[in-house]
């Protein structure tokens, strides 16, 4: 029995390079829609912090907007820049009901609250109320030698530290006592002469 040689079959270059062009054109639509996207999602971000206004919104809100996200990643994915474009349009405005909800409910934005304080290697520590005012904290004073921390982190590190265990005892026998300063224990290793 003999074999036929089977040519291996061309590429269709007839239209690969118009496909391959279009299909560029129509990544490059769908990167400017979800760009116009991003701009005004960061504003409502930097105003409210991240992921905060979901995070405020009833559950049936809430759930709404989750769905329209994915509408929105469906879109992007199948690179239809039309429909991007629309999906980007009403996730904005699924944005701008969790805010007005957030305003009904009493809600109020960011206002990059903290506390300082000098710490004694020229940084200065800020401690903002929750992890939503301290990422705007982060921002506003992004380039400054600073430290910020939520209170909710000083108190998990606080409870996980063994030397602020001893502090916690110290402050527990003395009400009021202030902590000025700090220093890393000596260790004696020598032979008590007695």
């Not at 590429?11 to 701009?39: F, H, I, N």
């Not at 690179?79 to 009493?106: F, I, P």
């Not at 009400?175 to 000596?186: I, Y």
Request: charged share 30%; proline share 4%; with cysteine.
């Amino acid at each position: 029995m003999s074999q036929r040689k089977v040519r291996a079959k061309k590429p269709d270059r007839s239209m690969g390079r118009v496909t391959q062009y279009a299909s560029a054109s129509l990544w490059d639509k769908v990167q400017s829609a979800v760009l116009e996207y991003d701009k005004a999602a960061t504003a409502y971000e930097e105003r409210w912090g991240r992921d905060r206004l979901a995070d405020l919104a009833s559950p049936a809100l809430r759930e709404r907007f989750y769905q329209q996200i994915y509408r929105m990643n469906q879109a992007i994915s199948a690179v239809d820049w039309r429909e991007v474009k629309h999906q980007c349009a009403v996730t904005l405005r699924g944005y701008a009901a969790l805010e007005t909800a957030a305003l009904e409910a009493g809600h109020k934005p960011l206002e990059g609250r903290f506390w300082d304080a000098a710490m004694p290697d020229g940084r200065v520590l800020c401690i903002a109320p929750d992890h939503h005012e301290a990422g705007k904290v982060a921002r506003q004073r992004a380039g400054e030698n600073v430290l910020v921390y939520s209170v909710e982190e000083v108190a998990n590190i606080l409870a996980t530290n063994e030397a602020a265990k001893a502090v916690d005892i110290i402050k527990g026998a003395f009400p009021g006592a202030t902590v000025t300063g700090s220093r890393k224990a000596e260790v004696y290793d020598d032979e008590i002469p007695f």
